[in-house]
């Protein structure tokens, strides 16, 4: 059973940075894309970033520049660095893996396995 938990969420303000973990378990992580995504109040839950089984990254618009996904393989974890906050970053973010081995996706319905979520907040 593969289960994900995130955490690292909190209150930052503008401009300040956080980074995020989700611990995965249950299958070969090093086998399986992962994937952050985020869903503010009132809106659909959309892509952030992936980052392949082989180490390679695919970033939303809108946090190119800012947010760096990385992976430890070792520690079967993925994490999400996020620098130059800003309020509209405020969000849940939710660390995503797909049920397929060798793939990757940046749609949410191509993802299965979802963690709980951690609120991120950035105040101005």
């Known amino acids: 059973q593969v289960q994900l938990v995130e955490s690292g969420g909190g209150l930052v303000q503008v401009g300040g940075s956080v980074r995020l973990s989700c611990a995965a378990s249950g299958r070969t992580f090093s086998r399986y894309a992962m994937g952050w995504f985020r869903q503010a109040p009132g809106k659909e839950r959309e892509f952030v970033a992936a980052?392949?089984?082989?180490?390679?990254?695919n970033y939303a618009d809108s946090v190119k520049g800012r947010f760096t996904i990385s992976r430890d393989n070792a520690k079967n974890t993925v994490y999400l660095q996020m620098n130059s906050l800003r309020p509209e970053d405020t969000a849940v973010y939710y660390c995503a893996t797909p049920g397929r081995a060798f793939w990757v996706g940046v749609k949410v319905d191509e993802y299965v396995y979802w963690g709980q979520g951690t609120q991120v907040t950035v105040s101005s």
């Open positions: 980052i392949h089984w082989s180490g390679s990254t």
